[in-house]
Nanobody
Framework: VQLVESGGGLVQAGGSLRLSCVAS????????MSWYRQAPGKQRELVAT???????NYADSVQGRFTISRGPAKNAVYLQMNSLNTEDTAVYYC???????????????????WGQGTQVTVSS
């Protein structure tokens, strides 16, 4: 499974961007899809996550400004980012995680897939 991200770029403070992440080579409905970001010199942090049932959670720093959504087939995830500020500058990564049945006995195995990252730069 390959997660392909798009939509990053350069935007002025106060502007908006929409990130997309689509699973290539799979129509599997992922349990959880999330967006993370990593700014220079900082650790990767969770930005937003959405369960397959639709429950979403956001980091405090983006609450009210960002909206996560998933495609109908649940193998794509989007991040609408509004009111961007310079602190949002980072590489944004898509993640798909959960468990899947791997044999007829019903055994499950975890999966954890990452995209390659897309750069978001917010200028002042």
């Amino acid at each position: 499974v390959q997660l392909v991200e798009s939509g990053g770029g350069l935007v002025q403070a106060g502007g908006s961007l929409r990130l997309s992440c689509v699973a290539s080579g799979s129509t599997f409905s992922f349990d959880t899809m999330s967006w993370y970001r990593q700014a220079p010199g900082k650790q990767r942090e969770l930005v937003a996550t959405q369960e397959v049932g639709g429950v979403s959670n956001y980091a405090d720093s983006v609450q009210g400004r960002f909206t996560i959504s998933r495609g109908p087939a649940k193998n794509a995830v989007y991040l609408q980012m509004n009111s961007l500020n310079t602190e949002d500058t980072a590489v944004y990564y898509c993640n798909a995680a959960g468990t899947r049945v791997i044999n007829v006995e019903g055994a499950r195995a975890e999966y954890d897939h990452w995209g390659q990252g897309t750069q978001v730069t917010v200028s002042s």
